[in-house]
């Protein structure tokens, strides 16, 4: 059993990008799925795809590289929240990521959405990780 499983979601895609590689499987979960399509949505990653094998599922998820230098459409992606220490922030106090660059993925009542999505609809919610 994992302790926490964005971490683990978030771990495997910084290893994936640190060893070049094209692909890479994840056991699915719906806050998972969620986090990858905003992440496809802002233009982080290729393409994705869900793939209903066992009880859990996977995620596939084709990680984006620039063809002429070879360097990954993600530089950084970190986790903010933790189950020990959760990150909660209203409208007011709403992260800006590189001065609006990067983008601040949250789990609100709404769904989880970005930052800038957050403020255009006036609600805060929890900071699950930062991506630029």
Excluded: W
């Excluded at 290893?15 to 590689?21: F, P, Q, R, S």
């Amino acid at each position: 059993m994992l302790g926490d499983p964005i971490a683990d979601y978030l771990t495997r895609v910084r290893n994936a990008i640190k060893a070049n590689h094209r692909v890479v499987e994840i056991p699915a979960s719906n806050i998972k799925k969620e986090i990858t399509k905003v992440l496809f949505d802002k233009g982080y990653i290729a393409n994705f795809k869900f793939e209903e094998t066992g009880p859990q599922g996977v995620i596939k998820i084709a990680l984006k590289y620039n063809p002429i230098n070879n360097l990954s459409a993600i530089t950084k992606i970190e986790r903010i929240s933790k189950p020990g220490h959760r990150q909660y922030v209203g409208t007011d106090s709403m992260p800006r990521v590189l001065n609006g660059l990067g983008v601040a993925i949250l789990s609100t009542s709404k769904g989880v959405m970005t930052d800038k999505e957050a403020r255009k609809h006036n609600i805060g919610g929890e900071v699950l990780c930062f991506v630029y």
